[in-house]
């Protein structure tokens, strides 16, 4: 089983400033954005945790290449929802599955790798950082 909770967000340094009003709420939005995709990933990572300790078993779609979380990648959605998650949830750029089954296509824009003894979740869309949540 996994030890090790930690939880990363690195930002990279932005390379201007920019002093109009629309940069400004577009940096924010980017915030927002980042702040639900940590949330998402902690999420997941959870989830998959405890999927794992409750059934001391791991998930074979879970690899130590990464793959996004989707029915054509890692296919996880039907261990967690609806046990684990009330929905599947999903990077702010893609649309939101509402549905509390797992649809047949789906996509999350969230990747999940094995790194040893670890299940690393992160969300490469994320805007001027590295976000990963490692179990």
């Given at each position: 089983m996994w030890k090790k909770i930690t939880i990363l967000a690195f930002s990279m340094t932005l390379t201007g400033c920019v002093s109009q009003s629309s940069d400004s709420q577009l940096s924010a939005l980017d915030s927002a954005d980042n702040t639900k995709r940590i949330m998402d990933i902690t999420i997941l990572a959870t989830a998959i945790e405890q999927y794992v300790a409750?059934?001391?078993?791991?998930?074979?779609?879970?690899?130590?290449?990464?793959?996004?979380?989707?029915?054509?990648?890692?296919?996880?959605?039907?261990?967690?929802?609806?046990?684990?998650?009330?929905?599947?949830?999903?990077?702010?750029?893609?649309?939101?599955?509402?549905?509390?089954?797992?649809?047949?296509?789906?996509?999350?824009?969230?990747?999940i790798i094995k790194d040893g003894e670890s299940i690393v979740v992160s969300a490469p869309s994320a805007v001027d950082a590295l976000l990963e949540a490692r179990r």
């Open positions: 409750e059934r001391s078993t791991e998930l074979s779609e879970i690899s130590d290449t990464a793959q996004e979380i989707s029915s054509q990648g890692a296919d996880i959605c039907q261990y967690l929802v609806p046990d684990y998650l009330a929905q599947l949830p999903a990077d702010p750029n893609l649309p939101p599955y509402p549905e509390t089954v797992c649809p047949e296509e789906y996509a999350t824009g969230y990747f």
